[in-house]
């Protein structure tokens, strides 16, 4: 009997693993599908980089709680360094618990970018406000689900304003 249940707890346990295995190879799969799907810098002509000087890592498609993947860059710089709009626009200001401080940037390039966890918007900074690109729109900071951790922007692109593409290569060759 000890050697049926240890049997049939081996098996459950392998195919936790397999199981876990199969998740995890979907995930890369996705990851990297994602990479490709990247929007280039020679689709946002005068794209500004919003935090010059920081660092980031291609982290499209990292697992994140609750099953979900990392939809952005994150953009890691010290608490209050000024981030700037990556293009002119028209801003949309939001606070929610998972991206806490948020800016919507919707460019005149037809795209749209989201900026989240911020510490605080930039003086004058009001939802409908016309932007420049360069101009800054708040500062770094670790509100929302980041609450406690490393300070750095969340950044999204969405081109023509539809789902998120990688915003990697873009950031890559224009910090």
Known sequence: ??????????????????????RLRLLEQARKQ????????????GFVCPVPGA???????????????????DVFAPFGTPIRAVAAGTVR???SSLGGITVWLNATDGN??????????ASGMATGATVAAGQTIGFV????NARGGAPHLH????PGGGGPV??????AARC
């Open 1 to 22: 009997a000890e050697y049926h249940e240890a049997r049939d707890a081996n098996r459950a346990a392998v195919l936790k693993f397999e199981e876990e295995q199969r």
């Open 34 to 45: 994602g990479a490709a799907a990247g929007i280039s810098a020679a689709a946002t002509p």
């Open 55 to 73: 660092s980031f890592i291609n982290d499209w498609g990292f697992p994140r709680s609750g099953g979900r993947t990392h939809k952005g860059t």
């Open 93 to 95: 200001l939001s606070n």
């Open 112 to 121: 749209s970018y989201y900026f989240a966890h911020l510490q605080s918007y």
């Open 141 to 144: 900071g670790d509100s929302g």
């Open 155 to 158: 950044f999204q692109v969405h």
């Open 166 to 171: 990688n915003p990697y290569p873009t950031l």
